[in-house]
């Protein structure tokens, strides 16, 4: 896919986008924060004139708050990005490691931002999160690195971007998705623990323990070929995962909605990867929008490479999720044939035939 944009530019673009004031945090549903009361008059919006400052008795015993010029609220104290990002940074690793942005915003701010969010998602948000880096102050960088041994990161998490262009089902999924943005809807079968996975390794050279880091691929661990430290040429290399830098990853498999399919059809079934501030959001039985990128997975017969690829989802963002609990809550005559139900015999096989009626051959 082309990309015409320099990060360079992107991260100028954000940086200007954290900076105004007309762009305000959203919470987890996209809301923006409310202002707090007005401390002037207590959210009243007027203030009473104490009876020994009036001119003359007939003055109205209150007056419009000065302050809020009567909007009853402080609005010049909604955070702004800058007091977000640090106040989640000083939060980490606790709390949400993400920063919310919406497309109703980036999209007013700049259409170049904007486009760069829909269709080249995955270097936005690198330039985004590079970005966030510059708001957070030094000493709470010191403290995180001091107390935790982790450099604070922080996630952008982009919210509502306009789903008609780029909804796909799972089985709709073609070449042309390949490095795409998509909004996939699914049912959430299984969920991997959360286990560290190594993003940078740091390695040190055997003839003088020179130290190289070395950015790894997704899914193989790798060493560097020869030391970069000057006039050492030493290929062979330690790795210190002590000193090395992981992300939390957790590998989800989505199923399409089977009652979205024609009768007798197979659901088909997708694995996707939800890191750092989105792993462990969601779980078996939940329904899920997911935005992300489709990505190639090599595949190998033996040590040879394949010419066919799997290909599977990085996630970015979760646009939608129901829990299991709220969908499935019987209502009383559910729960009247529920009993009615169990007490036959053939229950096992009924059930059996209810959820797959597609699977022959498994009695
Ligand atoms: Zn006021
Ligand atoms: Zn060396």
Known sequence: ???????????????????????????????????????????????????????????????????????????????TYSDEIQKVAREYPDGERAIRVTWESVSDFNARLSNNLRWNLDEALEAAKNIVQ???????????????????????????????????????????????????????????????????????????SHRNSYIQDFFTFEKPIRCTAETCKCTEFKLRDDLSQFIDSQKIEIQEYPEDLPPGAQPERLTAYFESSLAHKIQPGDRVAIIGIIKPKSQFQGRRQKSEFDIYLYAHSIDEKIGENESVIPTANELIEIKELSIQEDIAEKIRDSIAPTIFGMN
């Open 1 to 79: 896919m082309a990309n015409d944009i320099a990060l360079d530019e992107l991260m100028e673009l954000w940086r200007s986008f954290f900076q105004d004031s007309r762009n305000r945090p959203v919470d987890k549903f996209g809301k923006s924060y409310s202002a707090p009361k007005c401390s002037t008059c207590k959210g009243e919006g007027k203030i009473e004139i104490p009876e020994k400052g009036k001119l003359d008795e007939n003055e109205p015993s209150e007056k419009v708050c000065p302050n809020c010029k009567g909007e009853r609220v402080d609005s010049s104290n909604i955070p």
């Open 134 to 208: 510059e708001f957070i102050d030094d000493k709470t960088k010191k403290r995180v690195r001091k107390e935790h041994r982790t450099k604070i990161g922080l996630d952008v998490v982009p919210m509502g971007i306009p789903g008609e262009l780029y909804d796909v089902e799972i089985s709709g999924l073609r070449k042309e998705h390949l490095y795409r943005t998509v909004r996939l809807k699914g049912l959430v079968r299984k969920a991997t623990p959360v286990r560290p996975r190594m993003e940078i390794g740091l390695f040190e050279c055997e003839w003088e």
